[in-house]
């Protein structure tokens, strides 16, 4: 791999390359940061036949490829371009550029580094963890569910009234209902006590 120079572009080649085809890379801006674009531009010499295609390849810091034999356009008889935007999600450090140019006939290739930078913005948000996996990620991060190590508690659960736990992490346990009093019927007429919500005015 050959190293960049200061302005983004591969160091000229020797002066005995013996007239094989070669690619120089130019990178613009270097470094670049997260979410921002890179121009890449590729520009091919020595080739006996004219260049009709290219492409770019590109693997992040962790060695991952997240672009792969991307089409370039032409600008001219040699030179190819592709802008490209680094997502703000992936991680800072050396990534590696591989640009290839083809004739009909024939094809060379070149690699370079390219240096990614974080953003000036503030860092991306957390990713809240689902941990009991219910659905529901962790309320101390940003999610909704008060309870991730637990899977029967989150806010879609169903509450169970007085039972000292929140089930539904509306933020209190649920009262239970009072059930009405019962009211006798003590003259025997079929008609409760009114007294106690019934209807009979005299139940004795």
């Not at 034999?69 to 190819?80: I, K, L, Q, S, Y």
Request: glycine share 10%.
């Amino acid at each position: 791999m050959k190293v960049i120079a200061g302005d983004g572009t591969v160091p000229p080649p020797d002066n005995d390359n013996n007239g094989k085809p070669e690619v120089a890379i130019h990178l613009s801006p270097i470094p670049v940061s997260l979410g921002n674009t890179v121009t890449i531009t590729a520009t091919g010499s020595n080739f006996a036949d004219e260049l009709v295609y290219g492409e770019v390849d590109i693997k992040n810091a962790e060695g991952d490829k997240i672009l792969d034999d991307a089409t370039m356009t032409r600008v001219n008889a040699t030179t190819f371009t592709l802008n490209y935007t680094v997502p703000s999600y992936e991680e800072t450090g050396k990534w590696q550029v591989k640009c290839k140019l083809y004739t009909d006939e024939d094809d060379e290739k070149q690699k370079v580094d390219l240096l990614v930078v974080e953003a000036g913005g503030p860092p991306p948000p957390p990713v809240c963890p689902d941990s009991d996996g219910d659905g529901y990620t962790d309320a101390g991060c940003g999610g909704n569910d008060c309870d991730d190590n637990n899977s029967s508690i989150n806010p879609g659960a169903s509450e169970i009234c007085e039972d000292g736990i929140d089930q539904d992490c509306s933020g209190a346990d649920l009262a239970c209902p009072v059930d009405p009093p019962t009211c006798p019927d003590n003259d025997g007429d079929g008609y409760t006590d009114a007294a106690c919500g019934g209807n009979d005015c005299d139940d004795s």
